[in-house]
């Protein structure tokens, strides 16, 4: 019932001062989260009255992850997306699951790939993206038709209206070479992406 929404592990790890769990989060009360392990050990969890879910049980990394029967997939592949470790301590949902996410949004870890959750048939499916990604904060970004502006504490931003791609794409101010070729930002401008910044 502790701290919903916070960094679980940040406490509840080897190097923390409670007790370690191999994974921990918040969904929602009553919430079905599915973890199996890279040996496919399958390990089930539900939300507790405040959301929170954990195990300390020994668990083999990467793991992939469902809630509610939807998995956590890559937009582009359609592939589940495996999780590894989260600074080598296990797997600390809330480092990019936060409240604000719910209720705010999308102030998730910022190169995060956000269409592996926010599309039809996945775990965000209830809030879908057309485009999304980051940059700089505070940034105007035009993709097809469809406008928005990056986020002042991350730099994320979405939109959700149609777009054709490929399409044209601009970042403050700044005509993109070749337009957007998909709505999925961060999978070349992300964290690890191929394009950099």
Same mark, same amino acid.
């Given at each position: 019932?502790? =701290?919903?929404? +916070?960094?679980?592990?940040?406490?509840?790890?080897?190097?923390?001062?409670? @007790?370690?769990?191999?994974?921990?989060?918040?969904?929602?009360?009553? =919430?079905?989260?599915?973890?199996?392990?890279?040996?496919?050990?399958?390990?089930?969890? @539900?939300?507790?009255?405040?959301?929170? *879910? /954990?195990? $300390?049980?020994?668990?083999? *990394?990467?793991?992939?992850?469902?809630?509610? %029967?939807?998995?956590?997939?890559?937009?582009?592949?359609?592939?589940?997306?495996?999780?590894? /470790?989260?600074? %080598?301590?296990?797997?600390?949902?809330?480092?990019? #699951? @936060?409240?604000?996410?719910?209720?705010? %949004?999308?102030?998730?870890?910022?190169?995060?790939?956000?269409?592996?959750? #926010?599309?039809?048939? @996945?775990?965000?499916?209830?809030?879908?993206?057309?485009?999304?990604?980051?940059? $700089?904060? &505070?940034?105007?970004? +035009?993709? &097809?038709?469809?406008?928005?502006?990056?986020?002042?504490?991350?730099?994320?931003?979405?939109?959700?209206?149609?777009?054709?791609?490929?399409?044209? $794409?601009?970042?403050?101010?700044?005509?993109? +070479?070749?337009?957007?070729? #998909?709505?999925?930002?961060?999978?070349?401008?992300?964290?690890?992406?191929?394009? &950099?910044?």
């Amino acid at each position: 019932m502790m =701290a919903p929404f +916070q960094d679980c592990l940040g406490c509840h790890s080897s190097s923390g001062s409670a @007790r370690t769990w191999t994974v921990a989060g918040t969904w929602a009360k009553g =919430a079905t989260v599915v973890v199996t392990d890279a040996n496919g050990r399958t390990v089930t969890l @539900r939300g507790n009255e405040a959301g929170n *879910f /954990y195990t $300390a049980e020994p668990l083999a *990394f990467p793991i992939t992850v469902s809630v509610n %029967g939807k998995a956590m997939k890559d937009s582009t592949t359609g592939a589940v997306i495996p999780l590894l /470790y989260w600074g %080598g301590l296990g797997a600390s949902c809330n480092v990019c #699951h @936060r409240a604000e996410t719910i209720t705010l %949004g999308p102030d998730m870890a910022p190169g995060s790939r956000c269409l592996g959750c #926010h599309v039809a048939g @996945r775990m965000a499916s209830d809030h879908p993206f057309t485009a999304a990604g980051t940059f $700089a904060p &505070g940034q105007p970004v +035009q993709v &097809g038709t469809e406008a928005a502006t990056t986020r002042p504490a991350s730099g994320n931003f979405f939109v959700t209206g149609p777009v054709a791609f490929p399409a044209s $794409a601009t970042v403050g101010g700044s005509s993109m +070479q070749g337009g957007a070729p #998909h709505g999925d930002c961060n999978a070349c401008h992300g964290a690890g992406g191929s394009a &950099g910044d």
